[in-house]
């Protein structure tokens, strides 16, 4: 797996012609990989001739600078990871790569971007598509793979892709969860034992058919602080908080 840090390096092995015929799978991260990312990695594998990964921890994303700076970053650890996966490339640039203007230009959706988390996290999906733009617009794949985890954020982007014209396509993959059922996060690793212990109620409460006030005061006696919980166009979504951490997930209802 080679390590690119640059626009330019990437453009020129992009441009070679050894592999222009190839299909290429990109699968986007901001690091701190977990199975989730390993799962969509593995799919890019198996339905492309060449692998590309991302590690890039989009600050304008990030509405709470103290949630920015607490995102877990472990680069060696990912990598040691990805080298077992038939990743080719791992796409690794800092903000000034990726924001040649300072943020200067965003994409702005204005109606679901505006919903459930975006409502709560202000700015939010004008910073993952924003990256999401960019990445796509430099690596130019054939397929590009997001966790069902995101739900929201997967229907943003691929909505993007249309509205922009882009040729890629946007895959979703079913999310990855622990054995007791909360769904793999890299915010996990940042969960207290006791909080980690009590986490997959998340999954068990939102999943129950309980009706949404009964679900809320469920997650609150719980333990949790619920930041919302809502269904939307067949799906419950919900984020809340234990600790600092703020946890997301969705389920079909
Ligand atoms: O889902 C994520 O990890 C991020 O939102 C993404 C898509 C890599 C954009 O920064």
Redesign the pocket.
Known sequence: MQIIKTVEQWRSWRSGNTHASKSIGFV???GALHKGHLSLVERSVKENQINVV?I?L?PT?FNNQSDLQAYPESFETDVAQLERTGVDQLLAPDFNEIYPDNYQYKVIETSLSKQLCGKHRPGHFD??LS??LR?LNLVQPDRAY??EK?YQ?YQL?KGMAEAFLLETEIVSCSTVREADGLAFS?RNFRLTPGDRELAPKFYEILSSRLDLEKAVSELVASGFKVDYVEDFKNRRFGAVYLGEVRLIDNVPC
């Open positions: 986007p991260t901001m991302s890039f989009n994303q910073g993952v990256v999401v990445l997001f966790g995101d954020q982007v890299s």
